[in-house]
């Protein structure tokens, strides 16, 4: 009856643009034809607009050559509007349904100064409309029925009482490091396989949002086409530590859209620290019995923690790091000290941005995908402050109560290089009265 293609094309892109959006948002309240004859046809549409601002549009096409004759819209606009372009659009969805209607109402088949080439038409609309309805219904059918099929399957109303047998699986961490950027909070990235008896493969979790809430609610979840049923219990006892700390503290993305989205949870890095040192314990305990034929230079896996792929389980060593103090000595007129610090791994001098520091209760450090422990009396305060010690430059009337006091200190956490700077600064105890001068200015 209509080809509104070719009426679209009286409409600039940008209106035909704003138009479809409307559209889409369901924006167009109602359309009915007012007048139809073999020549013309007029409607009459209401649109909603701006602010629930409702407009009315009148429309009026030659059926023949197929063009808009007029067109007046109540709108602020002076030419063709976005309120008539949604029209258009409603029209091409919507014009055998609209059709039928104005025949309901105006009964033209009772009416005899309508031509048979109208009816014809008439006709032939209300069967396809009669046609889009059915398949309509069965569209809506499937889906009532999907949709009803689904929920009698999970829903545990409509499912029988079972006894409820966890699955065992030991978990596996796959962790990436965040970019090292001053002023942000690092947040590190981790995804979740499993290894299960059953399996010769370790299985991984496409969805860490179900796994994660499902251990802690402890709730039935599909992987790969299987059901399981995950607790606390399900973990070897000595890995639940590690368990609970993922999922009190891993955070993910609620409406993931991506692959990558889903399958990933993020743990702040000071809180990965304690993780490492979970599992840090873990593999001191299973080495404990055999320590007699262990050497301090092997490094061994680290349980359940892997560095970026499932192939490279992170490493662990026994030995202890520790930091490097070298003592900077400036030659008078300037007579400073500086302090450079270091990290000693492995007997070598590592400078504090190649290795990945984490400041927790029980701190350390990565480097070459190697996890080292400092010793007990490192603590986390120690990493926090150990960039300003780089920072600080001693002058000449502080060098007496750096050499005797400070560096006494110092010497119990690090190790000292350079200490030659004591040479040049003897110090004497003051053993007189200290007296002061002070000096008041009245105005």
């Known amino acids: 009856m209509l080809n509104v293609r070719k009426l679209k094309q009286d409409f600039s892109q940008n209106v035909l643009k ?98 048979v080439e109208l009816l014809e038409i008439v006709k032939e609309a209300a069967e396809k409309e009669e046609m889009r ?75 860490v949002k179900d796994f994660i809430e499902g251990i802690r609610h402890e709730e039935y979840l599909i992987l790969s086409g299987k059901r399981y049923l995950f607790t606390l219990d399900s973990f070897p006892k000595e890995h639940r530590g590690i368990v609970r700390m993922i999922i009190d503290y891993s955070r993910f993305h609620d409406k993931a859209v991506t692959e990558k989205g889903q399958r990933s949870a993020y743990i702040e890095a000071k809180t990965f620290g304690l993780v490492l040192a979970e599992s840090y314990m873990i593999a001191m305990q299973e080495i404990e019995g055999r320590r007699s034929g262990f050497s301090q230079e092997e490094f061994l896996n680290l349980p359940c923690i892997y560095f970026e792929t499932i192939e490279e389980p992170l490493n662990f060593s026994v030995a202890h790091v520790a930091f490097n103090m070298n003592i900077e000595y400036i030659d008078p007129p300037a007579s400073k000290i500086l302090i450079n610090p270091t990290v000693l791994v492995d007997q070598q001098q590592v400078a504090l941005e190649e290795v990945r520091f984490f400041e927790c209760a029980y701190p350390g450090i990565i480097h070459n995908n190697v996890y080292y422990r400092f010793r007990p009396e490192i603590k986390r305060a120690h990493l926090q402050h150990l960039f300003t010690l780089r920072s600080m430059t001693i002058p000449h009337p502080l060098l007496g109560t750096f050499i005797e006091n400070a560096l006494v200190e110092l010497g119990k956490f690090t190790q000292i290089t350079h200490e030659k700077g004591k040479q040049f600064y003897p110090t004497l105890p003051f053993v007189g009265t200290l007296k002061a001068v002070c000096d008041l200015s009245y105005l």
Request: proline share 4%.
């Open 18 to 115: 704003e138009g479809k959006t409307l559209f889409d948002e369901k924006k167009v309240i109602s359309v009915k034809i007012l007048e139809l004859d073999d020549t013309n046809v007029r409607i009459n549409a209401k649109v909603l607009g701006q602010y629930d601002n409702t407009y009315e549009s009148v429309i009026e096409i030659d059926r023949v050559e197929c063009e808009m004759v007029d067109s007046d819209c109540d709108c602020p606009y002076r030419y063709d509007c976005q309120h008539i372009a949604s029209v258009l659009y409603y029209l091409e969805s919507h014009l055998d349904e609209i059709l039928v209607n104005f025949s309901k109402e105006n009964d033209l088949q009772k009416n005899e100064d309508v031509s």
């Open 133 to 207: 309805q059915g398949v309509q219904f069965q569209k809506e059918v499937l889906e009532e029925y999907q949709y009803s099929a689904r929920i009698l399957a999970e829903s545990p109303f409509f499912l029988p009482i079972e006894e409820r047998t966890f699955d065992r699986a030991e978990m596996q961490i796959i962790f990436q490091l965040p970019s090292d950027q001053e002023g942000s909070k690092p947040i590190v990235e981790m995804q979740f396989a499993l290894r299960l008896p059953s399996r010769s493969k370790p299985l991984f979790i496409i969805n």
